[in-house]
Antibody, heavy 120, light 107 residues
Framework: QVTLKESGPGILQPSQTLSLTCTFS??????????VGWIRQPSGKGLEWLAN???????YYNPSLKNRLTISKDTSNNQAFLKITNVDTADTATYYC????????????WGQGVMVTVSS | DIQMTQSPSSMSASLGDTVTINCLAS??????LSWYQQKPGKSPKLMIY???NLEDGVPSRFSGSRSGSDYSLTINSLGYDDEGIYHC?????????FGSGTKLEIK
């Protein structure tokens, strides 16, 4: 059974760095073709893809967030991470991690999401 | 970036109706298109992948189709449980993009 769960600070101040953790089970990020992605959703708005990381440590980022994103993984502990530097109120959103299926490259399982508020 | 133009933004339909939600890709994405259902306060749930493939466990009332760069999600015999927001998503090319969502209300 595949499960993913996000964790984060809940609230942080503008200019700080947001650190998110995705802890998963039921698959391994060392398996050929597997990946994990991060997607966010401001309240009442649509989904925005942020970054993907693959089994071979290949990484892809949304250029709209320029150089603020860093994705990484800890295969031994079944975790993936996302850091967003220099946050501001526009980064307030629910953040999801999702598994990328190794047969089709789509997001097949999603975590429950973690709400992050940026406020002074 | 590939733009996914989703329509309508919202719709209301009755029990037992058939509805169709559309996504138009700004360039060729082949069949690299998935559909998600999202209920209030919940994460998106995969319904269709590869434009036309039904995810395991999803009722056969749901179907996906493609005509060129136009992609559709059709739901037959609407039930109350089908209420929610539906998102299309292209995974053909980075940056990955989503449609703006369609809110489906059951009257």
């Amino acid at each position: 059974q595949v499960t993913l769960k996000e964790s984060g600070p809940g609230i942080l101040q503008p200019s700080q760095t947001l650190s998110l953790t995705c802890t998963f089970s039921g698959f391994s990020l060392s398996t050929y073709g597997m990946g994990v992605g991060w997607i966010r959703q401001p309240s009442g708005k649509g989904l925005e893809w942020l970054a993907n990381i693959w089994w071979d440590d290949d990484k892809y980022y949304n250029p709209s967030l320029k150089n603020r994103l860093t994705i990484s993984k800890d295969t031994s502990n079944n975790q993936a991470f996302l850091k967003i530097t220099n946050v501001d109120t526009a980064d307030t959103a629910t953040y999801y991690c999702a598994r990328i299926d190794n047969s089709g490259y789509y997001f097949d399982y999603w975590g429950q999401g973690v709400m992050v508020t940026v406020s002074s | 970036d590939i733009q996914m133009t989703q329509s309508p933004s919202s719709m209301s339909a009755s029990l037992g109706d058939t509805v169709t939600i559309n996504c138009l890709a700004s360039q060729d994405i082949g069949n690299y298109l998935s559909w998600y259902q999202q209920k209030p306060g919940k994460s998106p749930k995969l319904m269709i992948y590869g434009a036309t493939n039904l995810e395991d466990g999803v009722p056969s009332r749901f179907s996906g189709s493609r005509s060129g760069s136009d992609y559709s999600l059709t739901i037959n015999s609407l039930g109350y449980d089908d209420e929610g927001i539906y998102h299309c998503h292209q995974y053909y090319e980075y940056p990955l993009t989503f449609g703006s969502g369609t809110k489906l209300e059951i009257k």
